[in-house]
T-cell receptor, first 114, second 115 residues
Framework: EAGVTQSPRYAVLQEGQAVSFWCDPISGHDTLYWYQQPRDQGPQLLVYFRDEAVIDNSQLPSDRFSAVRPKGTNSTLKIQSAKQGDTATYLC????????????FGPGTRLLVL | AQKVTQTQTSISVVEKTTVTMDCVYETRDSSYFLFWYKQTASGEIVFLIRQDSYKKENATVGHYSLNFQKPKSSIGLIITATQIEDSAVYFCAMREGNNNNAPRFGAGTKLSVKP
């Protein structure tokens, strides 16, 4: 069984630039999460989906961040105008509700905003 | 609102010994799920073990076990016979019982296992 895949693995931007992160969850997993992990901190939830529906995006900075999962499979997280404070690793995870929500994480995208 | 606190920033042990990492949580739900994850130096996050709030018996998987003290809202991770490869950052996480809640993570404890 293939794991969660993410791309790109690394991104370096100047402030004000845009960037998109892509996630392919484990096949059959109905729930997909995006977390932000600043250096030396735990993962912090940004948004999560069940199938194509957003369940919770209350922690997503909506003025600059957006996330979609149009067909209930792959997902894209986009930052419109990056700030230095966005420097972090962006993690995607997936789970299957019927399997009581053990999460499987992708390798993450390390973002550096200069 | 749910909250997870790991107060130990880092722990250093000698290999083959036993280590306990602490985690306390806050929730108003009577039903919830507790998880421990390991993040290696490469950044990979791997699920280790879980405890469901309604289960009285402490979960055990391999050389990982849990010390679930419900009245204290505490879920400690115990690693016996530690190995050098256990060096990593360990995260505690909790999900409240409502199916529309996502797991929330603690800040993590960095474990160093030395020869």
């Amino acid at each position: 069984e293939a794991g969660v895949t993410q791309s790109p693995r690394y991104a370096v931007l100047q402030e004000g630039q845009a960037v998109s992160f892509w996630c392919d969850p484990i096949s059959g997993h109905d729930t997909l999460y995006w977390y932000q992990q600043p250096r030396d901190q735990g993962p912090q939830l940004l948004v999560y989906f069940r199938d194509e529906a957003v369940i919770d995006n209350s922690q997503l900075p909506s003025d600059r961040f957006s996330a979609v999962r149009p067909k209930g499979t792959n997902s894209t997280l986009k930052i419109q105008s990056a700030k230095q404070g966005d420097t972090a690793t962006y993690l995607c995870a997936s789970s299957f509700l019927g399997r009581q929500d053990t999460q499987y994480f992708g390798p993450g995208t390390r973002l550096l905003v200069l | 609102a749910q909250k997870v606190t790991q107060t130990q920033t880092s722990i250093s042990v000698v290999e083959k010994t036993t280590v306990t990492m602490d985690c306390v949580y806050e929730t108003r739900d009577s039903s919830y799920f507790l998880f421990w994850y390991k993040q290696t130096a490469s950044g990979e996050i791997v699920f280790l073990i879980r405890q469901d709030s309604y289960k009285k018996e402490n979960a055990t998987v391999g050389h990982y076990s849990l010390n679930f003290q419900k009245p204290k809202s505490s879920i400690g991770l115990i690693i016996t016979a530690t190995q050098i490869e256990d060096s990593a950052v360990y995260f505690c996480a909790m999900r409240e019982g409502n199916n529309n809640n996502a797991p929330r993570f603690g800040a993590g404890t960095k474990l160093s296992v030395k020869p």
